[in-house]
């Protein structure tokens, strides 16, 4: 089991340079978690992407579904409050973000992204899209 961001999600179903390893990450281990929030965060990364020319209306509505029909079962409850504690005490990551973090805190699970910011505020939690890979 593992708790993947809104990028990971993104990678994996938008065609792009890390498409293939989000694949290979779904494969190795298909226990994919997240929270509740992912859906509103992967609406509007699918809306950016039309707005700039990736996709018609019609491609980022499948888009859509077909992230919803695979992650859609996969949400699980989030600490609201360990998520504030978390946004407060590490200035540099939104209470968005601490959601990612509580949540793979509480499944004692690593949580996977390629944030920077999680990455370097939470070494002990976040790993690497390609990290992980090579574990």
């Not at 938008?14 to 994919?32: F, N, P, V, Y």
């Not at 992230?67 to 590490?90: K, V, W, Y």
């Not at 805190?105 to 999680?118: A, I, N, S, Y």
Request: charged share 25%; hydrophobic share 45%; with cysteine.
């Amino acid at each position: 089991m593992i708790v993947v961001d809104v990028n990971v999600v993104a990678y994996y179903f938008i065609e792009g340079d890390k498409t293939s390893l989000a694949r290979r990450l779904m494969q190795r281990d298909a226990d994919w978690r997240l929270p509740a929030l992912w859906r509103h965060e992967y609406l509007n990364v699918l809306a950016s992407y039309a707005r700039r020319g990736g996709a018609a209306l019609a491609e980022a509505r499948l888009l859509w579904r077909r992230a919803l029909g695979l992650l859609g079962r996969r949400e699980e409850p989030t600490d609201s409050e360990q998520a504030l504690a978390l946004a407060i005490n590490n200035h540099a990551v939104s209470a968005y973000d601490a959601q990612y973090v509580a949540l793979a805190r509480r499944l004692g699970c690593p949580l996977v992204t390629d944030d920077q910011r999680l990455l370097r505020t939470f070494p002990e939690t976040a790993r690497n899209l390609r990290a992980i890979l090579s574990e």
